[in-house]
């Protein structure tokens, strides 16, 4: 991580140098991190790794308004202090995921958005995505 070491500031102003060569440059950066909060400040897509797999990808506002893959939600920070506090911690259990063996791949739940998954867990990520879309409608 290239800037987990460094404070608070020094830290603010190394990502503010990453953002404004990026964009004057039109440079494509591979910036790997623990904590998303810093990935989602610099990054324009991201990918969740769980154990050396890809198990969520999807641009950097997507990921965090609608994170699908169990291991990602465990992972995603709540931009709200007062809910952030009393949230209770997710742990991530692959053994609740699909153990039919069936297999899982990368698949596209909308465009630019894909989650590792089986056929079944697939269909419980679309009705959890309808669901969030459907309360974001109302």
């Known amino acids: 991580e290239p800037i987990s070491a460094l404070d608070v500031s020094i830290r603010a102003q190394v990502l503010n140098l990453m953002n404004k060569l990026k964009a ?3 440079l494509t950066y591979l910036f790997i991190a623990h904590d998303l909060s810093v990935v989602r400040f610099i990054a324009d897509r991201i990918a969740v790794i769980h154990l050396g797999e890809i198990v969520e990808i999807a641009d950097s506002e997507t990921l965090f308004r609608c994170p699908l ?6 992972a995603v920070p709540m931009p709200d202090p007062v809910v952030e506090r009393t949230r209770r911690a997710i742990v991530y259990d692959p053994s609740k995921l699909d153990q039919s063996g ?4 990368l698949r596209e739940i909308r465009p630019g958005h894909f989650v590792f998954a089986t056929d079944k867990e697939m269909e419980g ?3 959890k995505l309808a669901e969030i879309e459907n ?3 109302q």
């Open 24 to 26: 004057e440059k039109n």
């Open 69 to 74: 893959h169990p291991y990602t939600i465990s």
């Open 102 to 105: 069936a297999l899982r791949s």
């Open 125 to 127: 990520y679309e009705k």
């Open 135 to 137: 309360a974001k409608n």
